[in-house]
């Protein structure tokens, strides 16, 4: 069976980059043809520099995209992960773009899955568009919980609750491909920022550390400051963190403090002790910690963070792990009906 998947394969993010790898990676384990087709448009492509080699080495050597010919004959395709449904608002696009909504390319059925969006985004015209959208899949899983209830009146069948595909990898995997990655000589405390100013997330790691007295070190990864690892001084550690170096970080920290989706999978993958901090359009991180029992760990601001209180991780990683097989089942049970 050849399979098809159309996601954000070309984007200079962690999230986005690791996603598809590990759906088609998922997908290559359970012995089907996959390719990631190659469908990166300008007006989303321009978003991110070329300069940054670290991604575009990561596409190249692991994502491997397949340009799509009209000769091309695919059984599945399959939609998503990422924000793929969302309603674009760049300068010279706006509005949804179909090509991820199976108007685009050919194929015997279409799959959405782990499909996201942010809600509030949606404008009324957007809300007429997408019954008949909706209506281009064979079969529906999204990413959020609140999405899919948002979504069902538009959509004839069930839509399902389903997992990012980060979480289809199990840790034994996710320890085996960061091995050989960057690796800190000392214990320390990880952050990643992707949603505040670096002078206001400085401000929140010294509060942070402050009011709980750590004498740890702090790493931070910082996408305003062109995916460096830096001190929490600002000192530069190492350039050009690639999306493996991201993952080892994660995996080898005390504690991780992070504003991203991605942080918080990857901090349970690891069964890290970890907080999200998340200043706006939480939708995603909501209905995951709601999902494993951890939403306390979301908070406003540093000063709620308790660096003392530790996750038990028994109870949340059950939850996970019930989440994990439901999605994994629905996604191969669509793979199946194909076969």
Not at 58 to 80: R, S
Not at 325 to 335: E, I, Y
Request: aromatic share 16%; hydrophobic share 40%.
């Amino acid at each position: 069976m050849k399979i098809g998947i159309v996601t954000f394969h070309f984007a200079h993010n962690y999230g986005a980059l690791l996603q598809c790898y590990a759906l088609k990676m998922f997908l290559q384990q359970k012995g089907f043809d996959v390719s990631v087709i190659d469908y990166a448009p300008d007006y989303h492509r321009s978003v991110y520099p070329a300069t940054n080699s670290v991604f575009e080495k990561f596409i190249c050597e692991n994502i491997m995209p397949k340009p799509y010919g009209i000769d091309d004959k695919y059984d599945i395709i399959i939609y998503g992960s990422d924000t793929v449904w969302h309603p674009f608002d760049f300068s010279t696009f706006k509005g949804f773009d179909t090509a991820y909504f199976g108007k685009v390319f050919e194929s015997g059925k279409n799959i959405a899955f782990s499909a996201s969006a942010n809600m509030k985004a949606y404008r009324q015209k957007d809300l007429l568009d997408l019954p008949a959208l909706l209506q281009n899949f064979d079969a529906i899983a999204v990413r959020e919980s609140l999405l899919k209830d948002f979504l069902q009146p538009y959509y004839s069948n069930p839509i399902h609750h389903t997992c990012d595909p980060t979480l289809l990898l199990d840790t034994q995997t996710w320890s085996s491909l960061c091995a050989q990655s960057l690796q800190l000589d000392k214990p320390y405390v990880f952050v990643y920022n992707q949603q505040f100013a670096s002078s206001t997330m400085y401000d929140i790691i010294d509060t942070f550390m402050r009011n709980n007295g750590s004498l740890l070190p702090v790493y931070l990864i910082d996408l305003h400051g062109n995916s460096y690892l830096r001190e929490s001084c600002g000192r530069i550690i190492k350039k050009n963190i690639s999306p493996f170096d991201f993952v080892s970080l994660i995996k080898n920290a005390e504690y991780v403090f992070v504003s991203s989706f991605h942080g918080c999978s990857f901090s349970a993958i690891f069964a890290k002790q970890f907080n999200v901090m998340y200043k706006h359009s939480g939708e995603r991180i909501d209905s995951f910690l709601n999902k494993i029992g951890l939403h306390e760990r979301l908070v406003t601001h540093s000063n709620f963070i308790n660096f003392r209180n530790n996750i038990e991780w028994d109870k949340p990683a059950f939850l996970l792990q019930q989440h994990i097989n439901d999605s994994k089942n629905w996604l191969l049970n669509q793979l199946e009906v194909q076969s």
